[in-house]
């Protein structure tokens, strides 16, 4: 599931550009104008080869050329940092910060300098240091792991099945507009899917697959989001108290199973943590959303949960592994965090967790040990 910060589609077209050759600069011939990220086509690229042969520089020619599945495409770059990479105004650690390149970041280089480099991601443009990013081969060697691959649904309701191949069994149905993550290659016409926790195929009549890459964030941007997330949560927590007489500072109030504290409790147990999620039992199951009321995937339900007692954990299940600290299952306890491939669920003790489970089930209870674990993390 995919992040919390920008993500935008690139449209891969003949567009105005440049090769960035240390020392000197080499033009392309312009082509209309477009607000998509501005990666460089590589239409022509024998006449640019020629070029650049001539200003005798062609034992670096490789460092600008990255092939991708739609052909070859000059100066894009991925992160190689941990959460993120600060993007300065000047090619000094001294300057100040004008956004941020996160982990799984795409940007276009604009210039090479000594220890930084001149990068564009999204609508943030800046200086970061060159060791923040996989250039030439190595961003060639790399550039999958950065995809992210999706089908948007044309029909009005399609059929996920377990094959390719209309007489498959039907896994479960996805509606028009819904977009899914591919997991894998076509086959014979058929696009692989996940569905929540469903994992089939769709016909590839009946959806338009996509690529897309996520970007960095300027400073406002960032700021702009932290506000969003902010006021969701807080319109969440108010959504959930509101709906109920308040107790009084220490007390608890039991409804169906189900225990809300009041805010002025000043521990935070794993069992209140278990009492709270247990509340949004039944309502749906959204990919990518964080809601506790209108649908959360499995790891915005984690997320949104422990946000309601002031704790902040990552957006997905591949940053949350690392939350915390490591406990074995046989150490589990109410509130812990246990981790499969791709999903994420709250431990609520007798080998039983709550989860945001998939689109036909939504939030509900499941066996702990329904898949491998691979990871116990505690935050608390």
């Not at 250039?135 to 044309?154: F, L, M």
């Not at 059929?159 to 993550?181: A, H, K, M, P």
């Not at 997905?316 to 999903?343: C, F, K, R, W």
Request: hydrophobic share 35%; charged share 20%.
């Amino acid at each position: 599931m995919e992040k919390t910060h920008i993500s935008q589609k690139v449209v891969f077209s003949a567009l105005a550009g440049m090769i960035i050759i240390p020392g000197s600069a080499l033009r392309v011939s312009a082509a209309e104008e477009a607000k998509e990220q501005p990666f460089v086509q590589t239409a022509g690229i024998e006449s640019v080869l020629d070029q650049c042969y001539e200003t005798e520089v062609k034992d670096n020619i490789n460092l600008y050329l990255v092939p991708t599945e739609e052909g070859e495409y000059l100066n894009m770059a991925f992160s190689d940092t941990g959460d993120y990479t600060y993007i300065r105004s000047a090619p000094d650690e001294n300057s100040d910060w004008v956004g941020k390149l996160y982990q799984d970041s795409a940007a276009q280089v604009l210039e090479y300098l000594d220890g930084w480099t001149k990068i564009k991601s999204g609508s943030v443009e800046g200086y970061v240091p060159a060791e923040a990013l996989l250039t030439g081969e190595d961003a060639q060697q790399h550039s999958a792991e950065y995809e992210k691959n999706t089908v948007t649904v044309e029909a009005d309701v399609l059929n996920v099945r377990s094959g390719q191949g209309t007489d498959n069994e039907i896994l479960t149905q996805i509606e028009q507009g819904g977009s899914y993550e591919m997991t894998g290659e076509a086959v014979d016409g058929w696009y692989p899917v996940r569905v929540g926790e469903i994992e089939g195929w769709v016909s590839g009549e009946y959806v338009t697959p996509e690529t897309s890459y996520s970007y960095g964030e300027t400073k406002a941007e960032e700021e702009e989001r932290i506000a969003a997330e902010t006021a969701e949560a807080a319109e969440q927590q108010s959504a959930v108290q509101g709906t109920a007489d308040q107790p009084a500072a220490g007390d608890a109030v039991s409804q169906g199973g189900a225990v809300s504290t009041s805010g002025s409790s000043t521990a935070v147990t794993g069992q209140a943590v278990i009492d709270y999620a247990c509340q949004f039992i039944g309502n749906p199951y959204v990919w990518g959303g964080t809601s506790l009321t209108e649908g959360a995937d499995c790891s915005g339900f984690v997320q949104s949960v422990y946000a309601h007692f002031g704790i902040s954990l990552p957006r997905t299940t591949y940053d949350m592994v690392n939350s915390g600290y490591a406990v074995s299952y046989e150490e589990a306890q109410p509130g812990d965090l246990i981790l499969y491939d791709g999903h994420v669920g709250l431990y609520m003790g007798d080998g039983t967790i709550v989860n945001a489970m998939n689109e036909a089930d939504g939030i509900g209870i499941c066996s702990a040990t329904y898949t491998n674990i691979i990871a116990v993390r505690r935050v608390l």
